[in-house]
């Protein structure tokens, strides 16, 4: 899997959020509630409405216990010449 855009990062990002969260039996009201987030907010970032930050990120790799590594993409990202120094 290449990942060359910043919505195909924040695309596998929301695809796992949703994973992990199905896999601990969250519905996104509790997963809302454990973050001191609305349910709208959840719903907002797994339908791709709203981007998560890192610390959205980290909030919700610590509520639904697993790394924030295991929510980022696990496949190098080729992000272009445009970062090449």
Same mark, same amino acid.
């Given at each position: 899997m290449q990942l060359d855009n910043f919505e195909g990062i924040q695309s596998n990002i929301r695809l796992n959020i949703i994973r992990f969260r199905r896999?601990? =039996?969250?519905? %996104?009201? /509790?997963? =809302?509630?454990?973050?001191? +987030? $609305? %349910? =709208?907010?959840?719903? /907002?970032?797994? $339908?791709?409405? @709203?981007d998560c930050n890192l610390?959205?990120? +980290? @909030?919700?790799?610590?509520?639904?216990q697993c790394s924030i590594h295991d929510l980022l993409p696990n496949k190098h990202l080729n992000l272009g010449d445009k970062y090449a120094k």
């Open positions: 896999e601990r =039996a969250f519905t %996104q009201e /509790q997963l =809302a509630n454990e973050l001191g +987030y $609305s %349910q =709208a907010f959840i719903n /907002q970032i797994e $339908s791709g409405q @709203k610390e959205h990120v +980290y @909030k919700l790799a610590t509520i639904l």
